[in-house]
């Protein structure tokens, strides 16, 4: 108990007297949540959009005020033509060009059916996707009789709620999974690297010939960072709260109570890459592809429901994924315990699993 | 008691012998000294004795302990000091000697009397991390560390390796020092010459030890007649005198030339002629000497080598 203590304090005293790692454990998070979550965002805004109005009737100037209305919009002023609508678009000097037909002001006053036609861009397919459902959302809320076609005639005419999120923030969307990369760099990269540092200065072998056991020095390491991670997630939730005004509507104890046991699987791949490098550089090349791949199958960014079922089963042994869940679960939903149990499961079996192979192999190659 | 026993001891790394069949003993208060090139095999042998590795075949027991079982109780009896500088930069002098006291469960107040020589000169820079030491300092703070819970045996790897003159005559008389104090030494060096400040040498090569002996007592196993020569600008008639018929071997010994002689009748006189006879001129100083450790060595080395 006593060798861990001293070992603990030395650690401290290191991870305090750096002045380049340091201050990243608190830049990181204020520069990943305030740049990457307004950055990476999905929300669409300054649509190109060119309308060409056959109708010139009251009704359809009604529509196209709703679209010059509206923030996400900018109109492209385009003549009667629906060729020349094309050709902008083609040159890319529109997005989407909305075609409304002669006969819009007529019918929807007579409360028939309307086909309005819609052609976008889909270089960019999600961009497409999100100006096809604005804009049908825009044209819906105007004459709920409306139809917007693209192309062919797709798009039912039910109306969208967004639950837990109805505004459709895409922050909100963010935060939570940029918490989640936080914790996963500080614990998994920092405890990589500060091992393999000892290996490459010869320090560990200084250690290795001191009556200090395997475990006692796993501990002495594991411990720094797991605190300090911890510390970090509590930074970013109040950075959240100011700065996004994040409400989290679930309980703050029980997040952190995943957070704790998420991180000891963390910390234990951290020591597994460590075990298996020689320098820093090999370390962080290591870390930097697990790392890349657990975030991508992790539904950060996107929703892992339309990922294919060989992703959805890696998913079933990807830390970041069930921590990913949790956190918006429980931040955006609210979720309590008896809804959040089979990621507490899940987490703790492979929180087990990772820190038994980790030890296994520190022994081994000691 | 032998407080080191190696024993048949081989290691390979992949198909390069690193240690061949090497048997050394140190007896308990010795300062034992293992000499070799680069490359012998030294540092090898070292990592074995002190648990860090193990080796294919034999065994080394370090104070009656097997270094592959009972490797955690050697741990706690040895100091070792690594080639290259292993504490941590990053902390002070002070925090890294309070950290390597506390691992081993001592304190620096109670052996401090043991460190004293080695620490009076680092007391000053106390506060200084021990990355912004000069390297004689550095090599003293490591000393210390490694003394600092009173280990029965100290073991160092090249403790003089790139360390200027001076700071090599103190670190050998802190050794002394230490060994005064009732601590066996175990230490390696590339250095021929530091070969005398040790009670007993190994000679080592190739992974292969030449012999054990104390310095003196190599010294007269030296089977030839040696010749010590002055001449102004001797060393351009290196290749001349090498062609000489009763030329065993010649090399530098600092400005001096050092002459083996095959011919047991060979005389100052007779060398003199002969070295004029090669076109030395001017003053030549030539008597002859007691063969040193050094010069049993180079003979050593150079024959080995040829063999191999």
Redesign the interface.
């Given at each position: 108990m006593?060798?861990i203590f001293?070992?603990l304090q030395?650690e401290f005293?290191?991870i305090f007297?750096?002045k380049t790692i340091l201050p990243i454990i608190f830049v990181l998070p204020v520069v990943q949540l305030l740049i990457l979550a307004n950055a990476a965002t999905q929300e669409m805004k300054n649509i190109k959009l060119a309308i060409v109005d056959y109708d010139c009737s009251p009704e359809s100037r009604g529509l196209i005020e709703k679209f010059t209305f509206s923030k996400f919009y900018a109109i492209i002023p385009v003549e009667r033509s629906t060729k020349k609508a094309i050709k902008l678009i083609d040159m890319g000097y529109a997005d989407a060009a909305l075609i409304i037909p002669n006969s819009f002001g007529a019918m929807a006053n007579r409360s028939e059916s309307i086909k309005l036609q819609l052609l976008t861009n889909a270089i960019n397919i999600t961009s497409a996707a999100l100006i096809n459902r604005y804009t049908s959302s825009i044209v819906l809320d105007y004459a709920t009789n409306a139809t917007v076609e693209f192309g062919k005639p797709t798009i039912s005419q039910a109306s969208i709620r967004h639950w837990y999120n109805p505004t459709l923030d895409y922050k909100l969307y963010m935060v939570p999974g940029i918490l989640v990369i936080l914790v996963t760099i500080v614990g998994m990269f920092l405890t990589a690297i500060n091992i393999v540092r000892e290996k490459e200065?010869?320090?560990i072998?200084?250690?290795?010939?001191?009556?200090?056991k395997p475990y006692q020095f796993i501990i002495g390491k594991l411990i720094p960072f797991w605190v300090i991670a911890l510390a970090e997630l509590m930074f970013g939730l109040v950075i959240a709260r100011v700065v996004f005004n994040l409400n989290i509507t679930g309980s703050i104890p029980l997040l952190f109570g995943f957070a704790a046991i998420y991180l000891i699987a963390a910390l234990g791949l951290g020591l597994i890459l460590s075990t298996s490098a020689s320098n820093q550089q090999q370390v962080m090349f290591m870390a930097f592809f697990f790392m890349t791949v657990f975030l991508m199958l992790s539904g950060l960014f996107t929703p892992t429901e339309s990922m294919p079922s060989w992703a959805n089963w890696f998913n079933k042994i990807n830390p970041l994924f069930y921590f990913m869940n949790v956190n918006r679960m429980l931040i955006l939903k609210g979720s309590d315990f008896s809804n959040l149990w089979p990621n507490f499961l899940a987490i703790s079996i492979i929180a087990t699993v990772v820190i038994i192979i980790a030890i296994k192999r520190y022994k081994k190659t000691s | 008691m032998s407080y080191i026993e190696i024993s048949n001891l081989s290691k390979s790394y992949g198909k390069i012998k690193a240690l061949n069949n090497v048997n050394i003993n140190v007896d308990a208060g010795e300062l034992f000294g293992l000499i070799g090139p680069d490359g012998a095999g030294k540092s090898t042998l070292i990592r074995i004795v002190?648990?860090?590795l193990l080796p294919d075949s034999g065994y080394v027991n370090v104070l009656g302990y097997n270094t592959r079982e009972d490797y955690?109780k050697i741990?706690?009896e040895?100091g070792?000091m690594?080639a290259?500088?292993?504490?941590?930069?990053?902390?002070t002098v002070q925090?890294n000697l309070d950290?390597?006291a506390?691992?081993?469960?001592a304190t620096v107040a109670e052996n401090y009397n043991l460190i004293r020589g080695v620490y009076h000169m680092l007391e000053p820079f106390k506060n200084r991390p021990a990355g912004k030491l000069s390297g004689g300092m550095k090599q003293k703070l490591a000393l210390s560390?490694a003394l600092i819970h009173r280990p029965k045996v100290l073991i160092l790897d090249e403790p003089t390796t790139g360390v200027d003159a001076v700071s090599r005559r103190e670190l050998w008389e802190l050794l002394y020092d230490i060994k005064h104090q009732g601590i066996t030494i175990f230490v390696s060096t590339a250095y021929m010459d530091e070969a005398k400040q040790c009670d007993r040498v190994a000679l080592i090569q190739k992974g292969r030890v030449l012999g054990v002996n104390s310095p003196h007592g190599f010294a007269q196993m030296f089977p030839h007649k040696l010749y010590d020569v002055y001449a102004d600008g001797i060393w351009s008639f290196l290749d001349k005198i090498r062609a000489l018929d009763t030329c065993k071997s010649a090399y530098m010994f600092g400005s001096n030339l050092h002459y083996v002689s095959t011919d047991d009748a060979e005389t100052t006189e007779t060398l003199t002629n002969k070295l004029h006879q090669i076109g030395l001129s001017g003053d030549v100083d030539i008597k002859q000497i007691n063969a040193g450790i050094e010069d049993y060595f180079i003979r050593q080395l150079t024959e080995n080598a040829e063999l191999s």
């Open positions: 006593k060798k001293i070992l030395k005293i290191q007297r750096n200065l010869g320090t072998e200084q250690i290795n010939v001191t009556p200090i | 002190t648990t860090l955690k741990r706690g040895i070792y690594p290259v500088f292993s504490l941590y930069s990053d902390l925090e950290f390597f506390g691992v081993f469960g560390c």
